[in-house]
């Protein structure tokens, strides 16, 4: 199954990734997004990643040109026609996502894949809601996208095995290192991840220590990049109590419910980096 044409749905912090990276590899990488601002606003996100690394002197201008050369960005589904895989990442929301699946499907062709880049809701239910349920998988990414080598290949229980392996050597032409993961709340990575992260806010509510001493602890502890409040300031607290709430829902374990303090904090608007205020103002 060849795969030359790329279609990215959302340019947000995870599909902007995902454009560059897809684009970065060569695929010619059509990103689409709903309006002229948002899509505007995601596009920048990507030059500047490419400005930023060629300051760094890890990407060459000619990489950044060439990176940009294979991408374009579109507000009409009409401009996916010719697709071979568009990957969503759109809104976590299961209707906006089969919506706009239907949306892909009146303009690709029949063999054209479809991936979610969902960190969390069921690519079997996504499957079933489309007219090509053996073609659809799952390919998860991590924030942020150019710099993390990982990519979770999710397999439905219809996905093809035509259809998994061409994923899997999707995710390898772009540099990542793909692995298989069950089309199961949280796959494999957020399973042990999200769990950790919520026992980082219970041991900060029982008074275990302090944001900055539980973060140096596993910081310095463990070699962890980040410490827990680090990276769920990072993450967003909104998105992580988001997949706890569904992996709860899944499982019905008490370690994946999200803890009282990290509800209110979400209540509150305290969603970490993105809002200027979380476990650490920014
Ligand atoms: N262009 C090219 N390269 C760049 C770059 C750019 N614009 N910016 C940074 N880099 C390179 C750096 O040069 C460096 O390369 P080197 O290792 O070869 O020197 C490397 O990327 C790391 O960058 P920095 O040194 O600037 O930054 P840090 O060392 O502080 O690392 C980080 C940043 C990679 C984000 C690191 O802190 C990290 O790994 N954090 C954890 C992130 C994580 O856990 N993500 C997963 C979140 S969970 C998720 O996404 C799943 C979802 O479902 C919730």
């Known amino acids: 199954m060849a795969i030359t044409n790329v279609g990215v749905l959302g340019c947000g912090l995870m599909g902007a990734g995902v454009a560059q990276v897809s684009a970065a590899a060569g695929f010619k990488t059509v990103v689409l997004e709903v309006n002229a601002d948002v899509l505007e606003k995601g596009l920048g996100r990507i030059e500047k990643f490419l400005t930023d690394g060629v300051a760094k002197g890890k990407v060459t201008e000619e990489t950044k040109t060439a990176v940009l050369g294979h991408l374009s960005g579109t507000t009409s589904y009409a401009d996916l026609k010719g697709c071979d895989l568009v990957i969503e990442a759109i809104v976590e929301n299961v209707e906006a996502k089969k919506h706009a699946y239907a949306q892909i499907e009146a303009v690709v062709g029949a063999h054209c894949l479809i991936a979610s880049n969902t960190s969390s809701l069921c690519i079997t239910e996504l499957a079933a809601g489309t007219t090509r349920p053996d073609k659809v998988g799952g390919l998860h990414f991590f924030n942020p996208v150019p710099l993390m080598k990982l990519v979770e290949v999710i397999r439905a229980l219809s996905t093809s095995q035509e259809t998994h392996e061409a994923l899997v050597g999707f995710a390898r032409a772009i540099g990542k290192e793909p ?40 910081r310095l502890g463990c070699g962890y990049p980040m410490g827990p409040f680090t990276l769920l300031d990072f993450v967003g607290l909104d998105t992580t109590y988001y997949i706890a709430n569904i992996m709860f829902e899944e499982f019905r374990e008490t370690r994946f419910a999200p803890p009282p303090l990290l509800k209110r904090m979400v209540l509150a608007g305290h969603l970490g980096k993105k809002s200027g205020r979380g476990f650490y103002s920014y």
Not at 179 to 200: H, K, S
Request: charged fraction near 30%; charge should be negative.
């Open 179 to 218: 692995i298989a993961a069950p089309d199961r709340g949280g796959f494999i990575v957020n399973r042990l991840l999200v769990p950790y992260l919520l026992d980082a806010v219970r041991c900060l509510e029982e008074g275990l220590g302090t944001v900055e001493d539980i973060d140096k602890g596993m």
